[in-house]
């Protein structure tokens, strides 16, 4: 058969290719030339869209690439000249690169295999440093500073340059990954939870710095549309790796940045053709791929491609015939020519035309080998930084060419492996010293020394006299901000006395605490509710036209629902984010909000709203990334529960997102039962985070079903915030009747009342009811209780909470709408027998009760699991009478 033949690469404007009249084309292009000489580019360019609608009209298709050549943005001629002493810049950047290559080396001759990298920093150092020389603001009394998205694994470059600041010892930068063993050490990567000081973002999972900084410079523009921080001209920076931006987060809101016109947002992508494993783009460029995709996106887009010893080449080539080398050329190429030498540049590179190999005849192979990229030269990266800062109306990316591992020679410069190389071979080391003109003899080479010069150098004063002329040094991490008003639990009193006969569902309490609080006059203004799409599903359609939704723009339209009275407003001053479909957007604006008490000095309570089963699961790397930047706030998993929410199925019910946020060290997880509990949990939760300053952040799972609340026991609070609270109990304890301890939670709970009926009922068993509003802050307390115990053996011992609550030699069954994991959590501190009934398996649609049914959670089975433990025969009947199937199959199987 023959084979099918793939895609031709001939471009899609092919016909231009063949000129079929030459003359009239040259006289197209001389008219050209003589309006930008006479008039200018701006006139041209004005001339040409108008000539290229008008062509568009008659029905060319598009002809306009959103691509420019492969050469820099910035002409030579009109770049801003970087100033100050160019030399000596070069000087310092070369002491913190050593130093940034020290430690590694150091910490891994220590430490064999304790990683770190090297190639990465060595690639961005220019990019760094002038930002760090000429840009970006440091916060003062006058105000707040930039904002930098540091590329995580080139922390190392942050650390040195802290250390010749004077803000990090030589002690600690042997303590480099080795956080535990040494005190003061410094942390692989940038981790706030680790160096609260110090690090604002946690980066270094691919894809997390770059979505959460677009997010980040989005709620500035929110913060100053509202009145509430005067955030114009901070500009939030950030680092992406070229490899990075395949992860989908990088890209995924990029539309965003450019609808909003982010002009506060800069980023650098570090093109340096390489990841981990190899080339980015070996077949391709990675450089002109994504100018298309950021210019397509509304981007601002600055290409620094070549160093200034390409200019006097790049201005000789009149022909293109150079450029069309450069365009041709693909990275994989790009990439090699860096690990070899200036004769093979020469040969395979120049030698591609004739014509090139003539024009760099005079050059040496020395010379040509010097021919630098664009990234690397702080001269044009100056320029596009010095562009970028001053460009209004949209975001700017720089896409800065650069080589990765440059200055690592035979140890890595260029070279496929050099990602992970974390070691210098002894001739690398001392050609790193020469390349870099270290002052360094060859002993101190060779034991890879740290190098600071004398504080009075000249060095050292550039330094300092920069970094005091821009406000500080960065980054620095503030702790805490003023302590919010916190209203009282009283605020909530709908929700503290009950519904009486009407039937709600917590979601709809939590929308009244919500209502409360944006009513009470000391917190409303600080909340930030955030929403994906689903405010009408949990009813707080209402809030559209009473706070507004933020939009830059206003409201350019009538909105078809203009004459109701909860119609969809959107407003310049809206308070809502109500972010469209993106879980990974939302929970960058809740990572925005929850850490404004740091970045901005203003603590904003975010509450986080969405579909239970699109959370973590969706999004668990940048709930990760909130939790390492201790984020505050609420997030709120809504039309949760495996059988609550119940005609949806397999991929909207949610039966593990409790275990999924377990596994969160500063997340306090609850699955509240009635509104009450959600005012106790959401009061106290805003006096530990905005008033007492703890860093952690609640998750509360939220459900659609409709039923009566309960006015709330007296004394409860403090049960509901540990963990268990004793709701019901069953006759007294002197009566000879089989008792049995029953634990509910989330909407289960009421099943679980309902079986302790039936035992009393049917079975002539007594049941004490718990209320359990979080299976995980008790296996907590827990675990915490039981590590003191083994750590102080003689002292008298700890009882857990649980093992307090519950009697001994009485059995227990506890159900939820979660796997059996999250109520198994406390199952060694439970005295006596301990049965846990729960929803593993695929959801799947149909009636609650059907599907209680199904899971074996309903009312029923927990009857039958507490007769198990008391009187096997008397379960057999059980199962009987209740018509029960104990030949179905398990629910995980089907
Ligand atoms: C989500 C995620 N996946 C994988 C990694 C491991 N990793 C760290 S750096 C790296 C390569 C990065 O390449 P690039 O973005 O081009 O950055 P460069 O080091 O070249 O500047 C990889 C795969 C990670 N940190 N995060
Ligand atoms: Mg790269």
């Known amino acids: 058969m023959p084979m099918r033949k793939g895609p031709t690469s001939k471009p899609l404007t092919d016909g231009a290719a063949v000129d079929i009249d030459a003359v009239e084309t040259s006289e197209w292009v001389e008219a050209l030339d003589a309006v930008v000489t006479h008039d200018g580019p701006d006139r041209a360019r004005q001339i040409l869209t108008r000539v290229v609608e008008r062509a568009q ?19 030579a001629e009109r770049e801003a000249q970087l100033p100050g002493d160019p030399a000596l810049e070069r000087r310092l950047r070369s002491i913190v690169r050593w130093n940034a290559m020290a430690m590694v080396v150091r910490a891994n001759e220590r430490s064999h295999g304790i990683g770190g990298h090297i190639a990465s920093y060595q690639s961005l150092a220019v990019l760094y440093e002038v930002g760090l020389n000429h840009f970006w603001r440091g916060s003062t009394e006058q105000g707040e500073g930039d904002l930098v998205y540091f590329q995580g694994h080139s922390s190392p470059g942050n650390y040195a340059r802290a250390f010749l600041e004077g803000r990090l010892t030589a002690e600690q930068l042997d303590g480099f990954r080795h956080e535990v063993s040494r005190p003061g050490g410094l942390s692989s990567y940038p981790h706030p939870w680790l160096m609260p000081d110090f690090w604002q973002f946690s980066t270094v999972s691919l894809g997390i710095g770059p979505i ?6 989005r709620f500035m523009k929110y913060l100053h549309a509202r009145g509430l921080a005067e955030t114009n001209g901070r500009k939030v920076w950030c680092f992406v790796g070229d490899g990075e931006v395949d992860e989908p987060e990088t890209m995924g809101s990029a539309g965003l940045a450019g609808r909003e016109r982010l002009d506060n947002l800069i980023w650098v992508v570090n093109c340096n053709l390489q990841r981990l494993d190899g080339p980015v783009r070996g077949n391709g460029k990675i450089i002109q ?10 981007w601002n887009v600055i290409k620094v491609v070549w160093g200034s010893r390409w200019d006097p080449l790049l201005a000789q080539d009149t022909d293109g015939r150079l450029v069309r080398v450069m365009e041709e050329c693909v990275d994989g190429e790009y990439q090699t020519y860096k690990s070899r030498d200036g004769a093979y540049v020469r040969e395979h590179f120049f030698g591609k035309d004739p014509v090139l190999l003539k024009r760099v005849a005079h050059m040496s192979d020395e010379e040509i080998w010097l021919l630098n990229r664009g990234g690397l030269d702080q001269q044009k990266v100056y320029a596009a930084y010095h562009e970028a800062v001053r460009h209004t109306g949209q975001p700017t990316v720089i896409l800065a060419k650069t080589i990765k591992g440059y200055g690592m020679g035979a140890s890595g ?33 060779l034991a890879a020394e740290y190098y600071k010069p004398p504080e009075d150098s000249p060095e050292m004063q550039l330094l300092r006299d920069r970094r005091a002329a821009l406000g500080g040094t960065l980054p620095v991490r503030r702790r805490e901000a003023g302590p919010l008003e916190i209203p009282t639990l009283d605020t909530f009193k709908g929700q503290l006395d009950g519904t009486g006969e009407r039937e709600i569902s917590t979601t709809m309490a939590f929308v009244r605490v919500l209502a409360a609080l944006l009513r009470d006059k000391a917190i409303s203004t600080h909340v930030v509710p955030i929403v994906p799409d689903e405010s009408r599903t949990f009813g707080m359609e209402g809030l559209f036209r009473q706070i507004g939704i933020y939009s830059p723009a206003g409201q350019l339209y009538q909105p078809q629902d203009s004459t109701q009275l909860m119609f969809y407003k959107e ?16 929970i960058s604006s809740f990572i925005a909000a929850g850490t404004s008490y740091s970045n901005h000095d203003l603590p904003m309570v975010p509450f986080f709203i969405y579909y239970s089963m699109f959370g973590y699961q969706r999004v668990g790397d940048l709930v990760w990334a909130a939790a390492d930047s201790r984020a505050r706030g609420f997030v709120l998993g809504g039309t949760a529960g495996r059988t609550t929410l119940n005609g949806e199925g397999l991929q909207h019910e949610d039966g593990h997102s409790h275990v999924l946020f377990s596994v969160v060290p500063n997340c306090r997880a609850y699955d509240p039962a009635f509104g009450y509990e959600v005012a106790v949990i959401i009061q106290d939760g805003l006096r530990r985070m905005f008033a007492e300053q703890e860093d952690v952040f609640y998750y509360l799972t ?106 001994d030699g009485v059995p227990t069954v506890a159900a939820s709408d979660y796997m059996r994991a999250f109520a198994d959590q406390i199952r060694q501190w439970v005295p006596g027998p301990y049965r846990v009934l729960g929803t593993d398996g695929f959801g799947r649609s149909d009636t609650r009760a059907a599907l209680r049914g199904f899971f074996e959670v309903d009312r029923h089975y927990v009857a039958v699991a507490a007769l198990r433990e008391l009187d096997p025969a008397r379960a057999q009947e059980a199962i009987e009478r209740y018509d029960l199937n104990p030949e179905a199959p398990m629910p995980t199987s089907v």
């Open 289 to 298: 791929e994504l100018e298309s995709d950021f210019r397509g996106a509304g």
């Open 413 to 445: 410069e260029g070279q496929m492996v050099t990602h992970q190389a974390k070691k210098m071979t002894d001739d690398a080391l001392l050609a790193f010293r020469d390349r870099f003109e270290l002052p360094l003899t060859d002993e101190q080479v």
């Open 571 to 586: 407003d310049q001053h809206g308070q809502i984010l109500e972010e469209g479909i993106t879980e990974a957007g939302s």
């Open 212 to 217: 959460t900084s677009i997010y980040q410079a």
């Open 702 to 807: 939220l459900m659609n079903e409709n039923y009566r609340h309960p006015a709330m026991p007296a004394g409860a609070e403090d049960g509901i915030l540990r963990g268990m609270y004793r709701l019901r109990e069953g006759g007294s304890k002197r009566s000879r009747r089989p008792r049995v301890q029953l634990l509910g939670s989330g909407t289960i709970l009421n099943e679980v009342l309902a079986a302790a009926d039936l035992l009393r009922e049917d079975w002539g068993v007594e049941a004490d009811v718990w209320s359990v509003t979080s299976f995980t802050q008790l296996r907590r307390e827990g675990i915490e209780a039981e590590r003191w115990n083994m750590l102080h053996p003689t002292a008298d011992p700890r009882q857990p909470y649980v093992a307090q609550q519950l009697s």
């Open 57 to 75: 009209h008659a029905g060319t298709g598009p002809i306009a690439s959103l691509n420019t050549p492969y050469f820099n943005t910035i002409p």
